[in-house]
């Protein structure tokens, strides 16, 4: 156990938070926390991190517990350089390297016995150093900050000088280097691209110790947690498995307590029935003892929403068979090409999702097709009877005059009632009085559902979305997600959250780096699988005189061959277990020269091993690696 919360409550003025909420976390548990907005996911990070107390309950922590916390805020000020801070979380280390250096200084200047004492000194030292890492950890360090999307050429940059962004990625990267007994990460993907995100699942799908994410990116977890911890109404739930897995059972779970919700109502009506009809009669004793039992009894609440269980979506015209014809279309600005030679043809009731860095010309390509832009060559054309529906990030389609169901009701037909609009926005979690909520009081995420409400119930049959869950927690994702697969138009959307493209993409649009546009065939699951396994690396790269860095070498091995298309016949187990054999003894070689005394007296000699070593190192983990995935399934 590392640390236990038993019946831990937690208010913030009139409103509780927590109410006694119970879960324990284990050695080497990789746990992800979701729940909506406040519901309370920090608070308990917060707890953990002991920055907070519970006002009632307790939290039993191992004794010597190491916590690393991310906070959603990151700060550096100074001008320490990138690297120089990164590296900073080896301090001992450091002090390690520093002794070593001044005994071979003493080394330099003494004799005899004196000599052979230092010489002692120094093995120790080098021993204790070797041990805990020391001819690695520079590479290492490197290997991060590259993986999370920092370049060579911002090593050297003054941290003062980096963005909010930037503040961010470095302060995960020294947590990831701290390595501490348990991560806690708060919405860690923030401000990472697509593939600095992949290379972190990587990463942590491979850290041995315990670790909790709260995030809101749903294909992330899927890929780093083993079980979910779900906070609703103040209290924890615990589901094994990832994401997925915790959905299904959910599910199940839901079902469950709704047959028993029923049941609860039928013995209800039967023992009030039976109340009624006896309280004055001569079976009075047994009515008063039935009613209070009723008191007594702990009520089952319902999980389904009697306003918007049975909603049905609007149904929408019919478009021609071909929607979207895009010919040999290059957009951007007359100054710069964004991606070049884009060829499609959307059919009717197909979903695309559209996906690729920040500046590669996604949000651009939607507004070239919808006519807001100018093509720089080729062409575009929608086809017959196209109605389009169109959600951009600023959300210019939703009035802060009206209140949420006036918005709805600027579109809607003279006939239609209230009821049927609130049970249209029950949909999309407007319940009650929020309904009757201004516009311009609205979040964010709030605004985002009734934009898109609003577009739904229009019954444009071609929605184009920029960015839909932007500002979503995750139920209002679920809700979106659930109206969408309902919706029978035609979609394309561009989207950074890979779940929401999972349930909804049929079809793939990737924009890459260099320009260039993949039509992928396929959800974005499959599209994953296909580009995310790297090729093998070429054979020059194998020669000890052609090896890379120690950190190149580690951040090509964790993105080589992404969107490479290339299909390479990887090598057999027994191939890779061989090299790694060869290279296990050329390590242990090179380590045990390390610490003979003729090496100690020789700095240069010392500096050069140290860097074979290195190289060694980095290369021996690669291969590591890449065993482990040889003996994955295809």
């Given amino acids: 156990m590392l640390f236990r919360f038993s019946d831990v409550c937690k208010s913030y003025g009139a409103q509780q938070v927590l109410r006694a909420v119970s879960f324990q976390v284990n050695p080497g548990e990789h746990v992800g926390l979701v729940g909506r907005n406040g519901a309370g996911k920090t608070t308990i990070l917060r707890l953990i991190a002991e920055s907070e107390t519970p006002d009632s309950g307790s939290i039993d922590r191992l004794r010597g517990l190491r916590l690393g916390v991310l906070s959603q805020h990151v700060d550096f000020d100074g001008d320490r350089s990138v690297l120089d801070t990164a590296l900073e979380v080896f301090a001992e280390l450091q002090a390690l390297e520093s002794r070593l250096r001044d005994l071979e200084h003493e080394m330099t200047e003494a004799s005899g016995d004196r000599l052979t004492t230092i010489l002692d000194r120094y093995s120790e030292a080098q021993h204790a150093y070797e041990h ?35 503040k961010n990625r470095l302060g995960l990267a020294r947590l990831l280097l701290l390595e501490p007994d348990v991560l806690l990460l708060d919405e860690p993907t923030n401000h990472l691209d697509v593939e600095a995100v992949e290379w972190l699942e990587d990463f942590l799908s491979a850290y041995k110790s315990a670790y909790i994410i709260v995030s809101h990116d749903r294909f992330f977890l899927d890929h780093t947690v083993g079980r979910v911890l779900d906070l609703e109404a ?32 039928e013995l209800i009506a039967r023992t009030e029935e039976f109340i009624r009809r006896n309280i004055a009669g001569q079976k009075t004793k047994q009515a008063k003892s039935r009613r209070k039992m009723l008191e007594r009894l702990e009520r089952i609440a319902s999980v389904n929403d009697a306003d918007t269980a049975n909603f049905k979506l609007p149904s929408t015209a019919r478009t021609g068979d071909q929607v979207l014809i895009v010919e040999r279309l290059t957009i951007g600005f007359p100054t710069r090409a964004l991606a070049r030679d884009i060829t499609l043809t959307l059919r009717r009731g197909e979903r695309l999702g559209i996906i690729g860095g920040n500046g590669t010309g996604k949000t651009t390509f939607l507004r070239t097709i919808l006519g807001k832009l100018p093509a720089l060559e080729g062409e575009s054309r929608w086809g017959a009877g196209v109605s389009i529906g169109y959600y951009d990030q600023q959300l210019r389609m939703v009035d802060d005059r009206h209140t949420v169901i006036e918005e709805l009701r600027t579109i809607a037909a003279a006939s239609v009632t209230d009821g049927e609009l609130r049970g249209f926005l029950g949909r999309f979690l407007f319940s009650g009085d929020d309904v009757f909520k201004s516009v311009a009081a609205l979040s964010g995420g709030e605004k985002g559902r009734l934009a898109i409400a609003k577009l739904i119930y229009s019954r444009a049959n071609v929605l184009v979305l920029d960015e839909p869950t932007n500002h979503l927690d995750i139920a209002s994702c679920e809700a979106l997600e659930d109206a969408l697969n309902e919706y029978g138009g035609t979609i394309l959307t561009v989207s950074h959250d890979r779940y929401f493209l999972d349930r909804i993409a049929t079809r793939i649009l990737f924009f890459s780096e260099q320009g260039g546009v993949e039509d992928f065939d396929g959800a974005y699951t499959e599209f994953y699988e296909a580009h995310h396994r790297p090729p093998d690396p070429p054979a020059e790269e194998k020669k000890p005189d052609k090896q890379l860095s120690a950190a190149k070498s580690a951040a090509k091995s964790a993105s080589s061959g992404k969107h490479s298309g290339k299909k390479v016949r990887p090598p057999a187990p027994e191939e890779i277990e061989a090299e790694i054999h060869s290279v296990e003894g050329e390590v242990a070689a090179l380590a045990e020269l390390l610490a003979s005394e003729d090496v100690a007296r020789d700095w240069e000699r010392l500096h050069s091993l140290n860097e074979q070593y290195q190289s060694l190192d980095a290369r021996l ?14």
Avoid: C, I, M
């Avoid at 360090?141 to 003062?160: I, P, Q």
């Fill in 621 to 634: 983990q690669d291969l590591y690696r890449r065993w482990e995935q040889s003996l994955q399934p295809e």
């Fill in 234 to 265: 103040g209290r924890v739930d615990s589901y094994k498995g990832n994401y997925s897995d915790y959905l299904e059972e959910r599910q199940e779970r839901r079902e469950a307590q709704q047959r028993a919700f029923e049941q609860q109502q």
């Fill in 132 to 166: 805990a890492g020391g001819f690695s950890y520079h590479a290492r360090a490197e290997a991060v900050l590259l993986g999370l999307g920092f370049t060579t050429d911002e090593f050297g940059k003054a941290v003062g000088n980096l963005s909010g962004g930037e």
